[in-house]
């Protein structure tokens, strides 16, 4: 029988492992709905320290600071997978998603393993974590991706192979770390579910995301009504509420997903989870009445979760450091009022000071009344940007 859930209401104080971009975004939910905040974070200049409530400028593990955060707040949840669980741990029962759901977040070959146990199709792959499973490995997953098991975000810790010998290299090169090795499969696109789980088991999801990754990063994300097929929108949120579901999750979860060959009558693989709001579902903040981090703050505070309803046609572009090196070495700002009088265009700046080429320092949401045009104004906000069209 489901028990009614106590909420933390507003003005309670909720706090967050981390102090990124994620982290921030999230803030300013909670403290647009009315919430304090804490950020636990030893960076001094974190994107989120610097506008929440109060910054722990203290590491993850430290016995002291998470009893301190445990006692400050009424909740608590994470904006990285590779917050240590232990970390999480301790601020139970108060940490949502749960040290057991990140833990199989933080590492590839659990989580692949929970993806089949949850009956979602995977890549074939095989786990590597000696010689001897190096040696065995079927010539069937070449050419495949070398991935390391834990710690690889962006497509960092990641090699393609095409031959045994580079497998051998690779994995020389990743030293020998435990790794998952992955067929290279042939993809039509890749496409991504947010979905939310309160801790009386109710979910509900965002609409399907369409995304475009260059260099292993994420760079574009279109949200639109046929987007994707029907058939195969509504295989990842099944796929994605059986994997939130397999974990008890609570919180919010993006499940990652390629499609393969034809994208029409494609085959629908699931990639990877992130335990926490993810890139893809930016678009939610301006096209969605409900956005993913207004979803995470019900969440970890056990407010109703209602169906998040799409009011325009979406393009997420992502803003990386390169763009502030498009006038040579040194670092100039890229062209904000140009692109700001575009119709529709929405700028979200993370606050970090230093660009770096790679380095993830905002993005721009682009909404529209139909698919086209925001397609159009995306398109026009990306050349003046320097961002490749897409
Ligand atoms: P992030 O955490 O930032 O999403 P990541 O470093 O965990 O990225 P993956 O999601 O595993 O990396 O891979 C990054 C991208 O590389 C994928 O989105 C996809 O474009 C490509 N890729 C990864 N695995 C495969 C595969 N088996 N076959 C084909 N392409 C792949
Ligand atoms: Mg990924």
Same mark, same amino acid.
């Given at each position: 029988m489901k028990t009614a859930l106590k909420p933390v209401l507003p003005g309670a104080t909720l706090g967050v492992l981390g102090g990124g971009q994620l982290a921030r975004m999230w803030a300013h939910e909670a403290q647009r709905m009315g919430y304090q905040t804490v950020v636990l974070d030893p960076d001094a200049n974190s994107p989120a320290g610097w506008i929440s %409530? %109060? %910054?722990?400028?203290?590491? #993850?593990? *430290?016995a002291q600071t998470l009893a301190q955060l445990a006692q400050q707040c009424q909740a608590v949840t994470t904006e990285? /997978?590779? +917050?240590?669980a232990d970390a999480l741990e301790r601020l139970s029962p108060k940490a949502s998603p749960a040290a057991q759901a990140v833990a199989v977040a933080q590492d590839r070959a659990r989580e692949k393993a929970h993806f089949v146990a949850c009956g979602v199709p995977v890549a074939p792959h095989a786990v590597i974590q000696t010689p001897e499973q190096l040696a065995q490995v079927s010539s069937d997953l070449l050419p495949g991706i070398l991935k390391t098991a834990?710690?690889? #975000?962006?497509?960092?810790g990641q090699v393609r192979v095409r031959t045994r010998e580079e497998l051998i290299q690779a994995w020389d090169a990743l030293k020998r770390t435990a790794c998952v090795l992955e067929k290279m499969l042939p993809l039509a696109a890749e496409c991504s579910v947010i979905v939310a789980r309160g801790r009386d088991g109710a979910m509900v999801h965002l609409p399907v995301q369409r995304n475009l990754h260059r260099d292993g990063i994420l760079a574009v994300t279109e949200v639109s009504a046929?987007?994707?097929s029907p058939v195969l929108a509504t295989q990842a949120v099944q796929a994605a509420q059986a994997v939130a579901q397999g974990l008890d999750y609570v919180g919010v979860l993006c499940v990652e997903f390629f499609i393969l060959h034809? /994208?029409?009558n494609g085959e629908l693989v699931v990639n990877e989870i992130a335990p926490r709001p993810h890139n893809s579902g930016h678009y939610s903040q301006d096209a969605? *009445? +409900?956005?993913q981090f207004e979803l995470q703050v019900r969440c970890m505070a056990d407010l109703p979760l209602t169906q998040p309803r799409q009011h325009s046609a979406a393009i997420m572009l992502n803003l990386l450091g390169d763009l502030w090196f498009t006038q040579g070495e040194q670092p100039s700002e890229p062209a904000w009022s140009q692109v700001l009088a575009l119709p529709g265009v929405h700028l979200h700046l993370y606050g970090k000071t230093q660009a770096r080429v790679g380095r993830k320092m905002g993005h721009l949401n682009i909404t529209a009344p139909t698919p086209e045009q925001a397609r159009e104004t995306a398109l026009k906000a990306a050349a003046i940007l320097g961002i490749a069209p897409f």
């Amino acid at each position: 029988m489901k028990t009614a859930l106590k909420p933390v209401l507003p003005g309670a104080t909720l706090g967050v492992l981390g102090g990124g971009q994620l982290a921030r975004m999230w803030a300013h939910e909670a403290q647009r709905m009315g919430y304090q905040t804490v950020v636990l974070d030893p960076d001094a200049n974190s994107p989120a320290g610097w506008i929440s %409530h %109060h %910054h722990l400028q203290k590491d #993850y593990l *430290d016995a002291q600071t998470l009893a301190q955060l445990a006692q400050q707040c009424q909740a608590v949840t994470t904006e990285f /997978e590779n +917050v240590p669980a232990d970390a999480l741990e301790r601020l139970s029962p108060k940490a949502s998603p749960a040290a057991q759901a990140v833990a199989v977040a933080q590492d590839r070959a659990r989580e692949k393993a929970h993806f089949v146990a949850c009956g979602v199709p995977v890549a074939p792959h095989a786990v590597i974590q000696t010689p001897e499973q190096l040696a065995q490995v079927s010539s069937d997953l070449l050419p495949g991706i070398l991935k390391t098991a834990r710690m690889g #975000y962006d497509g960092k810790g990641q090699v393609r192979v095409r031959t045994r010998e580079e497998l051998i290299q690779a994995w020389d090169a990743l030293k020998r770390t435990a790794c998952v090795l992955e067929k290279m499969l042939p993809l039509a696109a890749e496409c991504s579910v947010i979905v939310a789980r309160g801790r009386d088991g109710a979910m509900v999801h965002l609409p399907v995301q369409r995304n475009l990754h260059r260099d292993g990063i994420l760079a574009v994300t279109e949200v639109s009504a046929g987007n994707i097929s029907p058939v195969l929108a509504t295989q990842a949120v099944q796929a994605a509420q059986a994997v939130a579901q397999g974990l008890d999750y609570v919180g919010v979860l993006c499940v990652e997903f390629f499609i393969l060959h034809d /994208e029409r009558n494609g085959e629908l693989v699931v990639n990877e989870i992130a335990p926490r709001p993810h890139n893809s579902g930016h678009y939610s903040q301006d096209a969605c *009445d +409900v956005s993913q981090f207004e979803l995470q703050v019900r969440c970890m505070a056990d407010l109703p979760l209602t169906q998040p309803r799409q009011h325009s046609a979406a393009i997420m572009l992502n803003l990386l450091g390169d763009l502030w090196f498009t006038q040579g070495e040194q670092p100039s700002e890229p062209a904000w009022s140009q692109v700001l009088a575009l119709p529709g265009v929405h700028l979200h700046l993370y606050g970090k000071t230093q660009a770096r080429v790679g380095r993830k320092m905002g993005h721009l949401n682009i909404t529209a009344p139909t698919p086209e045009q925001a397609r159009e104004t995306a398109l026009k906000a990306a050349a003046i940007l320097g961002i490749a069209p897409f």
